[in-house]
C-alpha cells in the first residue's frame, strides 16, 4: 500500500471511529432516536422508526468499509453525502425552532445545531483529503471477505441492539447514581428522603399496566420499610386520571415525559433510591421483594419483620 494511501486510511479512521460511536448509541436505543427524528419535523412521523433503524446500520456499514479499506473513495463519497444531508436537515429545523436535539449520539452528548453542523462540517473537510490521498486504492480481497461477514453482524445489531442489557450504560442509571435531578413534580415527601421505590410509567405502556398487581404487593409487603412510587411520564391530569383508573396501593406523581425519557429505553423501569441516590435498578422486570431487601441490607430487612 502506497504512503499516502496509508495516511489517507489512518485519516479515515477518524470519521469512521464517529459513525460507531453514533451508530452504537443510536442503536441501543432506536425509538429514542426515531422521537428525535420526529421532532425535527422534516419527514412524516409513520416514516422515524423505519429512517432510525436505516440510519443506524448505514452509519455502521459505512464505519466498517472505511476502516476495512472496502472501495475506499467510494465509501467516501456516501459518508459526504451523509455529511451534507446532516448539515441540509439540521439547518432546516433549526430555521423552524425545531433542533434543539441532534440525537447523532442517542442521549449522551447534548449538542445545539451550530454545533452539530460546524462538526459536521469539520468531518467533511477530513473525508475530502482522504478523497484526493486515496486515488488509486484498490480494496484488498480480504477486506472485502470480512466486510461480507461484519453485514449480518450489523444487521443483527441494528435488529435486536434494543434487547442487549446495556440500560445502565445507556442511561448512565446504576447504582450509586444520583437522581436527586429527576423531573418529579408533586412527590411528599420528595424521592430524596428515605428509601423510595420508583415505578416509571405511561399511559400506553401495557407492561407497566401488568406490572401493576405485583408493585402492589411490594408497597403492601414493604410498607414501613421501603416507599413506593409511581412516576407517570407526562401532565399532572393525566397522571390523576391514571391514578383513579388503576387505583394504586401507592401514590402517583407526573413527570415531564421528555425529561424522564432520558432515564429508561423501555417500561417498566424501577428505581431504588436511599435519599436520592440509586441502590439498585430493575429494567423491564418487576424485582422479588426479597431481591429489594436484600439491597437494602440486613437492617433493613429486619425491620420489616
Not at 434543539?100 to 442517542?106: D, L, P, Q, V, Y
Not at 445507556?170 to 418529579?184: A, H, N, Y
Not at 432515564?263 to 440509586?278: H, S
Not at 435498578?281 to 431481591?291: E, G
Request: aromatic share 8%; with cysteine; glycine share 8%.
Amino acid at each position: 500500500m502506497k504512503t499516502r494511501h496509508t495516511i489517507g486510511w489512518l485519516l479515515g479512521l477518524v470519521p469512521a471511529g464517529i459513525l460507531f460511536a453514533a451508530a452504537v448509541l443510536k442503536g441501543l436505543d432506536p425509538h429514542l432516536f426515531a422521537q428525535q427524528i420526529t421532532a425535527h419535523k422534516i419527514t412524516p412521523e409513520t416514516w422515524s422508526l423505519p429512517l432510525a433503524y436505516g440510519f443506524i446500520a448505514l452509519e455502521l456499514l459505512v464505519g466498517f468499509a472505511l476502516v476495512l479499506r472496502v472501495r475506499p473513495r467510494e465509501t467516501h463519497l456516501v459518508f459526504l453525502a451523509m455529511m451534507i444531508g446532516f448539515i441540509v436537515v439540521t439547518a432546516v429545523a433549526w430555521s423552524h425552532g425545531n433542533a434543539k436535539e441532534c440525537g447523532c449520539f442517542g442521549r449522551s452528548v447534548g449538542r445545539g445545531p451550530l454545533k452539530v453542523i460546524l462538526q459536521d462540517a469539520g468531518l467533511i473537510v477530513v473525508s475530502l483529503i482522504c478523497l484526493r490521498l486515496l486515488r488509486g486504492a484498490k480494496t484488498p480481497r480480504a477486506s472485502a471477505i470480512a466486510f461480507a461477514a461484519v453485514v449480518p453482524l450489523v444487521l443483527a445489531f441494528t435488529a435486536f441492539g434494543i434487547r442487549l442489557p446495556a440500560d445502565g450504560f445507556v442511561t448512565g442509571v446504576r447504582p450509586g447514581s444520583d437522581l436527586s435531578d429527576l423531573p418529579i413534580e408533586d412527590l411528599r415527601p420528595p424521592h430524596t428522603e428515605g428509601t423510595v421505590l420508583l415505578f416509571l410509567v405511561t399511559g400506553e405502556c401495557v407492561p407497566c399496566e401488568e406490572a401493576l398487581p405485583a408493585v402492589n404487593e411490594i408497597a403492601r409487603e414493604l410498607r414501613g420499610t421501603v416507599r413506593v412510587a409511581a412516576i407517570y411520564a407526562g401532565p399532572r391530569k393525566e397522571a390523576m386520571a391514571w391514578r383513579m383508573k388503576k387505583l394504586p396501593a401507592f401514590a402517583v406523581a407526573p413527570a415531564s415525559a421528555r425529561a424522564l425519557r432520558a432515564f429508561y429505553r423501555e417500561l417498566p423501569a424501577l428505581f431504588l433510591l436511599r435519599d436520592g441516590r440509586v441502590i439498585d435498578t430493575y429494567w423491564d422486570r418487576i424485582p422479588d421483594p426479597a431481591r429489594i431487601e436484600a439491597a437494602l441490607g440486613p437492617e433493613a430487612a429486619d425491620r420489616s419483620r
